[in-house]
């Protein structure tokens, strides 16, 4: 049964909704799932984010919270079980520092990657791997970014796991590179083998459908992105 005071409007397939549920799972807080469409937005989502229209918001005693970041760090305040960010004030700017850097250098690249083609697209798939590189060498070593157990950097960086190979797949290209980010393959298959994520990820071939209908519907999007 959902917990009345906690709901989460969703997409089933956006990664940045499901760093919330994954949050919301670990910690054990139970919730409402809302999907919502973002074709066609219903008045709650115009209610509730009026500003950016966009999913997911946590709305938690009737109050609505937005961003995925700042959503997981409103979390981790409300409930202090399964702390995610770590305690050192240090430790934690990192982990913000890791999260924010992904999400512009790997994730917005590798989406501008998968909606281009040409020289567009061998631009962002260079970046990106140049953003590989960087998150390579902050996991290896470790089983997690959060060291044994998942943590706040984990759940920013989990779309990595599941989203990015898709995002490969349906631009047909390259980030990902086995002979050179062992470790980040080794922490995406800790990460997909946790039985919170295991359960919580939408089907592949209706996540490829998915994304194959974007690319299309977006190819001329990111044409001169590139350019001053
Ligand atoms: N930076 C936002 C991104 C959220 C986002 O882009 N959500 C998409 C779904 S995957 C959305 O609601 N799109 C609707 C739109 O752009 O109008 C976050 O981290 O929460």
Known sequence: MGNKDVKVVSFWVSPFVKRVEWALKLKGVDYEYIEEDIYNKSPLLLELNSV???????????????????????????????????????????????????????????????????????????????????????????????????????????????????????????????SKHSATIAWMNNFLSHPVIKESLPPRDKTLAYFHTRRKALLSTFQGFFKD
């Open 52 to 178: 950016t229209k966009k999913v997911p918001v946590l709305v938690h005693n009737h109050k609505p919270i937005v961003e995925s970041f700042i959503i997981l760090e409103y979390i981790d305040e409300t409930w202090n079980q399964y702390p995610l960010l770590p305690h050192h004030p240090h430790e934690r700017a990192l982990a913000r520092f890791w999260a924010n850097f992904a999400e512009r250098k790997l994730l917005d690249i590798a989406w501008v990657a998968m909606c281009s083609s040409g020289n567009e697209q061998e631009k962002a798939v260079n970046i990106a791997r140049e953003a590989m590189e960087k998150i390579e060498e902050e996991i290896k070593g470790k089983k997690f970014f959060g060291g044994e157990y998942i943590g706040f950097l984990d759940i920013a960086l989990g779309w990595i796991s599941y989203w990015l190979p898709v995002f490969e797949e349906v631009g047909s290209m390259q980030i990902i590179d086995s």
